[in-house]
């Protein structure tokens, strides 16, 4: 298995924070929020047979990016994608694209502005014996103001993911989507298809979207809290989270 961490975006709703800065490399609790990511990922590698992680940048921060990887002494191969800002992006889609090329195997793909507790190893164990499906990880947001601000889910007792909406007025439920998908290798058949239907296409939410209205997806509901760093306030709660307890900085390990 293969891992990609997907942190080639522009962070824009963070300006002026994000303009020298990528938002993985934004430093919570003393490290990068990307450190958080990577070390969840190494706690699995031997458990999980993971072999590669693999970064995507842009070219922009690339140089930063290897400065990090210098820095921490983190192994972890980091891809340009060759784009120089927000308006020539790839989007997740293309940078998934991008990143798995040719490669064959398993691929779980973690958004690199996601930082959670839990520590992902029954996410993998599930979303392995639900090949060749797609797996998609789940959070409770408990919170229908917050919902309306992200991918939300409506599922099914056998953990089948029967609707989607993305980013709704009205949301079915609190039960969001989170930028983590386990994607078997023969799952990529219709990633494959997705392309060629909707090659303009650059948010990973539309494809799961499609996948559920086209296939079966599952879900898998983590545990723990769950911060998406895409705003000022959510990388403030970040930070409020950490600094009111410094036991939650320790990843949760059951």
């Not at 290897?66 to 972890?76: F, R, S």
Request: charged share 25%; glycine share 8%; with cysteine.
């Amino acid at each position: 298995m293969r891992v990609v961490i997907l942190a080639a975006g522009y962070g824009t709703r963070l300006y002026p924070l994000t303009v020298n800065t990528p938002k993985p490399l934004i430093p919570l609790s003393g490290k990068p929020i990307i450190n958080f990511l990577v070390e969840k990922i190494e706690a699995l590698r031997l458990k999980h047979g993971i072999e590669d992680i693999i970064v995507v940048s842009n070219n922009r921060f690339y140089k930063d990016f290897l400065a990090w990887k210098n820095k921490y002494e983190i192994n972890v191969e980091i891809i340009n994608d060759g784009t120089n800002g927000p308006e020539e992006r790839l989007g997740a889609v293309g940078d998934i694209k991008l990143a798995v090329g040719k490669k064959g195997g398993d691929w779980l793909i973690v958004g690199g502005d996601n930082i959670f507790e839990d520590n992902l190893d029954k996410f993998l164990t599930a979303a392995k014996a639900n090949a060749p499906f797609v797996t998609v990880a789940l959070y409770d947001v408990k919170s229908k103001k917050k919902a309306c601000d992200l991918g939300v889910v409506r599922l099914a007792k056998n953990n089948i993911i029967v609707q989607m909406q993305e980013k709704p007025k009205n949301p079915f439920s609190t039960l969001a989507a989170g930028c983590v998908y386990f994607f078997p290798n023969d799952s990529f058949i219709m990633f494959e298809d997705f392309l060629e239907a909707n090659p303009k296409v650059d948010a990973s939410g539309q494809y799961i979207v499609w996948l559920v209205e086209n296939t079966k997806v599952c879900g898998y509901t983590l545990k723990g809290s769950w911060f998406d760093i895409g705003s000022k306030s959510s990388l403030d709660s970040a930070q409020k989270y950490f600094l009111s307890d410094e036991v939650k900085i320790e990843f949760m390990e059951k």
